[in-house]
């Protein structure tokens, strides 16, 4: 199983033979590799599956704010120290 971090396309780096876009993930900056991507270019605002450093996937706004809740929840049980 692999855990995939919703994140939102700032904006595409120059170079890196366009394989590089700064994403907001959680509210930080990170350098994204969406060099796996094969539906297209991405433009600031859309939503990415990251794994690993890597885009893997695309979706829209709904499914990041999914993905987001269900992160959550993993981590609330943690937060009040119960086990997993």
């Given amino acids: 199983m692999c855990l995939g971090i919703p994140g939102r396309v700032i904006r595409l780096l120059a ?5 590089l876009a700064l994403v ?3 509210g930080e900056s990170r350098r994204i590799n969406i060099g796996l991507l094969d539906d297209g270019t991405l ?23 999914r993905a987001l809740a269900g992160l959550e929840l993993m981590g609330r049980g943690l937060d009040r120290g119960d086990e997993p």
């Fill in 24 to 26: 907001d993930v959680v």
């Fill in 43 to 65: 433009a600031p605002g859309d939503w990415v599956v990251i794994h690993m450093g890597f885009a893997v996937e695309r979706v829209d706004e709904a499914g990041a704010e």
């Fill in 15 to 19: 170079g890196y033979g366009g394989q």
